[in-house]
Structures are given as structure tokens and as C-alpha cells.
């Protein structure tokens, strides 16, 4: 985790793959088989877990319930916000909702943390796949109930999917192109009918990722931006809102699925509280005066520096530091290729050149940081050094088509001599732009129509403005006219969502087994589609292809082979500057909490799986 990335965050529901393998796209396999009975799936079919299992490895079954869990949240999914919200509809384009909207709704199947992509029978207690991968049939379980006591059937799921398909957000509704039909054959038997062309990873999508609905609620409410409590069925509901400050989920006592064993362990605080501020300090200062209990720290200087406050010392306020086994993903400053200005490569690449990680690393972050140099990173799908075989096998086919530099070393940004004004890089950044036409007259960078190179870098936190100084000042040094513009949640997320910014801060990471959602970070489609992941426009038909190859890989292996060869390409084509990053988390808390001596590999998991210890509470006077 890295330098207020989580606060731009986009972490996506991990889309997963199907635990049938290639019996999922049976047509191109000579003897496509049916599956019944499922209990679980995966991408490639591992599951660690056999049917019946009592729960999961890393929770506690005996942890108590009570207390408040309270924090600054540290992701948000689709049109959630950081800063503020605005809505109670966390599956729309419009408005900035509210975090972790999705602790509301129950999925057909719950993700295992311990696995790189498996689910586990939720509301739906098994699944049917049939020879040709075209019909799913999950059976729903009886007991399935909303927060109101009424019935959750398969007419609500295939009433809540279609809606998605149809008005939900652009990133939920592009993946469900390839669904014919959502089916109810009787009120606990739920029919989807693929198009045949689907990837293999959509089932794992829609049992996994998309809420059920109640239809009757919704045939009586708009499914619009609303601040309306939804009526759910998962484990907590929507207790109390202060827009834009606060929201507080409260947990649901009688929920239906508390004892099943995807749940046990887990769900455990009564409270679950999400707090806002504008401004990062006040936000820390509000965390030292106890007014919520936990923070995931995302500034190295404040982590290096301010946690010495009396609380800390007293040993009232723990710190903690958890490994992140998820990949780090790609943060940084993404150029908008559509502009005109940066659609040569040379551009881009001088861009780049100008920032000088080791100064800031050295001098804002206290040399706590890697440098990012792979959307892959932090995994074993980032490419390294030249490709070997099976990676030459995937791209040979495109030669023409890419620059010969895909074919060496995989591009690394060069380490710089730390003064924060390498002349050397300076040099190299300034030559490229004079190969692309972009030559200085008068101090300023120009090109053949007299047109000026003008760079504004977007964020949303004053802090961008100490972190970029630098690098803006390099900029300048390059005679590119550059401008800082820090604007507020609400008007970053609709400049976002309309590609209106030449460089913006954003952080984007993939699960362990890239699926379907990799489109909508890269590919052509998503390009120019209001509120995708596609920042910086990429348009490339030989990245299209790989991503195809990434989604229908047959194995493991062979996906993370795709996955090399497709970094290769994205970092040749300098789409962002590459920031930070570091595999933890570093935690503080007051010291009211407990947690399973077995962690979630791939999830922190705090909300799920840790409690409030009565004893803890009770010695510091923190009512639980």
C-alpha cells in the first residue's frame, strides 16, 4: 500500500473465473462434460475446501459479538466515494455513494480469502453447468430471507441481474453482454442462459459479484441516486446517514445465513462505521482524540513520524503491520491518451522521464517505498527481463504491430541519481520531445502549429501538491507549461468519469486471476465508455488480443504467461507515470481489538473476521 493511493483507490470486486475449468467454454473442447451439484468454484477448479466443510480457515468460530468497528474506509467499488457520498445506490454511474454498500446484499456465492479466486455456495447452495457452458442453474436455498422477513427467490435474482444489465453501472452491465436471459423455473431454481460467446470468468462474476435485489422493493422505488435505505438481505443494514460524513451499518441479528459456513466467525461487530473527512489531518487528529478506532495508514511520513502521540506511547492506540499477498497494481499519474498532445508514444515516455522517484521516496516517503514498474506488480504475472519462449510464442504474431523494445527487457523506469533533478534523464526526456516535434521557443515547448505543451495534473488531496512539486517543477524545467489542480471528491469523480484531465492520480489492481474485468481497465471498448477503469484510453488492438488470451487461458500458467507478455506492451507504451508502492498494511487501532491467529491471504478481512475483545474495551473505557 502507498502514499494516499487507497484515498483514489478503485478496487473492483475481484471478478473470479469457474471451478468447472474449461467446462465452462465446452465448446472448444472435444468432450465438454455437465456439472452438477457444485458447491464451489474457481478459476481453474482447485477448491481448497470439500463440500460440507465447517468454516474457514482464517476465522475464529468462537468470536464473540458486540462493539463498533469504526475507520477512515480504504476502498471504494464503482461510483463509491472517499471523501463524501451523495447516494445509497453503490451499483449506478451517477453519484458517489457511500462505501461498502455491498455489506447490504447477499451474492449467489461468497469469496474464500485464502484461495486466489474460489466462492462458496451462498444463496445459491449449488450450481449446474450444463455439456455446452450455456445454462447455469443455481438452487437457491429456502431459507433465504430479505431484512424484512419476506422470501429471496430466484424471481428477485433474475429480476436484480437484469436491472443491473440494464441500468446498472457501465462496468457491471458491459460484463452481462453475453447473458441471454435471467430465469426463474420455480421460486429456488435460478436459469441463465449464456450467448455461447461469454468468457469463462462470467459466472464467476455473477454469482460473485452482484447483489440480489428484493423486486418487490424495487418495483415501489426507483433503482436511481437516491439516499433512500435499500432493503437488503446480507449481514447488516443501514443503521444511520450524515451525508457526506458518516454512515453506520448496523448488524442484523436474525440474519438468515449467520450460521451457514461461508459466515461462521464472521460478521461479528454489531456496528460498522465509516467515517469522512475533507482534509487528511483532521482526519488523523480525529483518530488520536478517539472519535473512530481504527485507520489504515496510507502516508509514509505521517506513519514515520506522527504515531508517537501519548495513546501510542500508553499502549492504548496498537500498531500493526499485515503482509499483502494481493497484487500492488498500478498506481500513478495516467496520461489521457486522447488528447492530441500525448497520443506520441516519445511524449509519454519523456513524461515519465521527468519524475524522480528516489528523491521522493528519499524525501517525502522516508525511503518506506518500491518503485511500481508493472501493472502486474507484486505478482507472479509481472514480466522481467526479456521473454522467454512461451511470452515470444504470444506476441511473434504481432511483431509489426509493436515497437521492438517489447522484444528486450521489459521496460523499467531508470533509477536516478536522487538529486531530484537528474540531468541525464532530463537530457533523455528533452530529446524525445524534440523527436516528436515538441521543440522549445521562448522557454516553452511548441510544436510545428505553435501550439504550447500544457500539462494539468488532477487530484482531490492537498497533499498531491507537496508529493507532484517536484515532479512539476521538472516539467517546467522541460519548458512544459504544468499546473497542479486540486478539486473535490464529487467534481474528480465526474472529471474521471468523462475523461476530462490530462494526467490523474488513480490506483488500479487486478485479482490474482485476471478475468473479465481486465477489459475495463485496457481495452479498446472501454476507451471511450463514460466511468471505465480505461483512464488513459488505451486503443490497442494487439492489447485487445492478449486480454482475450488472459481470460481464456487454460491453466494458471498460461495465464500468467498472457499476463507477462501483455505488461510488456502496456509498459512499452507509457501510458502512466508509475508511483509506489509496499506489500503491508500498516495499521493503528485502540486497543479494543482481536483476530483469528490465522490472517486472510488476500483480504485484510477486518470487517468479516475481527471482534472486539470486552476485556480490552473495558480497560479503556470504551463502551463496547
Known amino acids: 500500500m502507498n502514499d494516499i493511493s487507497a484515498f483514489h483507490r478503485r478496487d473492483m470486486l475481484r471478478l473470479m473465473g469457474s471451478a468447472a475449468a474449461l467446462a465452462l467454454l465446452p465448446a472448444r473442447r472435444a468432450h465438454a462434460q455437465s456439472v452438477t451439484g457444485q458447491h464451489g468454484l474457481s478459476f481453474f477448479g482447485d477448491l481448497k475446501y470439500p463440500k460440507g466443510f465447517a468454516h474457514f480457515d482464517y476465522v475464529n468460530p468462537a468470536a464473540p459479538k458486540g462493539g463498533t468497528l469504526s475507520q477512515i474506509g480504504p476502498t471504494a467499488a464503482y461510483n463509491a466515494g472517499f471523501e463524501s457520498f451523495d447516494t445509497l445506490n453503490g451499483y449506478i454511474l451517477k453519484g458517489n455513494a457511500a462505501q461498502r454498500l ?10 474464500a480469502y485464502d484461495e486466489p479466486d474460489a466462492l462458496y455456495g451462498m444463496v445459491a447452495e449449488t450450481i449446474d453447468i450444463s455439456p455446452d457452458g450455456n445454462t447455469l442453474t443455481f438452487h437457491l436455498r429456502e431459507a433465504a430471507r430479505f431484512h424484512d422477513g419476506t422470501r429471496l427467490t430466484a ?27 435471467f430465469k426463474a423455473a420455480d421460486p429456488q431454481t435460478l436459469v441463465i442462459t449464456l450467448t455461447g460467446r461469454q468468457t469463462r470468468d ?32 446480507g449481514p447488516y443494514r443501514v443503521a444511520s446517514v450524515d451525508p457526506g460524513r458518516q454512515i453506520t451499518y448496523e448488524r442484523v441479528a436474525d440474519y438468515w445465513a449467520r450460521d451457514l459456513n461461508v459466515n461462521i466467525g464472521q460478521w461479528n461487530f454489531d456496528q460498522l462505521q465509516f467515517e469522512y473527512f475533507r482534509d487528511r489531518t483532521v482526519g488523523f487528529e480525529a483518530f488520536a ?14 506513519w514515520a513520524t506522527q504515531y508517537d502521540f501519548p495513546a501510542v506511547k500508553e499502549g492504548k492506540v496498537r500498531l500493526l503491520t499485515l503482509p499483502d499477498a494481493t497484487p500492488s497494481g498500478a498506481q500513478g499519474w495516467f496520461i489521457n491518451t486522447r488528447r492530441d498532445k500525448f497520443k506520441d508514444v516519445r511524449v509519454r515516455e519523456a513524461i515519465g522521464l521527468a519524475f524522480d522517484f528516489e528523491w521522493t521516496n528519499r524525501n517525502m516517503f522516508h525511503d518506506l517505498y518500491l518503485r511500481t514498474s508493472s501493472y502486474f506488480e507484486n505478482s507472479p504475472m509481472k514480466a522481467s527481463g526479456t521473454p522467454d519462449a512461451a511470452e515470444l510464442a504470444l506476441l511473434e504474431p504481432f511483431r509489426d504491430q509493436l515497437p521492438e523494445s517489447v522484444f528486450g527487457p521489459a521496460y523499467t523506469a531508470p533509477v536516478s541519481d536522487g538529486s531530484g533533478k537528474d540531468r541525464r534523464l532530463l537530457r533523455q526526456a528533452a530529446g524525445l520531445l524534440d523527436e516528436a516535434g ?41 519548458g512544459i507549461e504544468t ?104 495499521l493503528a487501532f485502540w486497543d479494543i481489538y482481536a483476530f483469528p491467529e490465522t490472517q486472510a491471504r488476500y483480504d485484510r478481512a477486518i470487517e468479516s473476521t475481527w471482534w472486539v475483545d470486552p476485556a480490552k474495551a473495558e480497560r479503556l473505557g470504551i463502551k463496547e
Not at 165 to 180: F, R, T
Not at 289 to 302: D, G, I, M, P, W
Open 438 to 478: 515538441w521543440r522549445v521557443v521562448d522557454g516553452q515547448r511548441r510544436n510545428n502549429a505553435g501550439e504550447a505543451l500544457t500539462i494539468e495534473i488532477l487530484g482531490t488531496d492537498a497533499l498531491w501538491e507537496r508529493i507532484a512539486g517536484n515532479y512539476v517543477q521538472n516539467l517546467k524545467l522541460l
Open 155 to 181: 424471481e428477485d435474482a433474475a429480476f436484480s441481474f437484469q436491472l443491473l444489465k440494464d441500468k446498472g453501472h457501465p462496468l457491471i452491465a458491459s460484463n452481462l453482454l453475453e447473458v441471454e436471459s
Open 202 to 233: 462470467l459466472p464467476l462474476f455473477i454469482a460473485g459479484s452482484l447483489p440480489v435485489f428484493s423486486k418487490a422493493f424495487y418495483s415501489s422505488h426507483d433503482f436511481a441516486d437516491t439516499l433512500d435505505k435499500p432493503l437488503g438481505s
Open 289 to 302: 482524540a478517539r472519535q473512530y478506532l481504527l485507520r489504515e495508514e496510507f502516508t509514509s511520513k505521517v
Open 102 to 111: 455491498d455489506l447490504l446484499f447477499d451474492t449467489l456465492m461468497r469469496r
Open 483 to 586: 499546473s497542479l489542480r486540486t478539486v473535490d471528491s464529487a467534481q474528480y469523480q465526474d472529471r474521471l468519469k468523462n475523461f476530462d484531465f490530462d494526467l490523474a492520480v488513480q490506483r488500479f489492481s487486478m485479482g490474482l486471476t485476471p478475468g473479465i474485468e481486465t477489459r475495463g481497465y485496457l481495452t479498446s471498448k472501454y476507451a471511450n465508455l463514460s466511468g471505465s477503469n480505461n483512464l488513459p484510453g488505451i486503443a490497442d488492438p494487439v492489447v485487445d488480443a492478449l486480454v482475450e488470451t488472459i481470460i481464456a487461458a487454460a491453466d494458471r500458467p498460461s495465464q500468467e504467461t498472457a499476463c507477462k507478455a501483455l505488461d510488456r506492451v502496456l509498459r512499452a507504451g507509457h501510458y502512466w507515470v508509475p508511483h509506489w508502492y509496499k506489500a503491508s498494511h500498516t
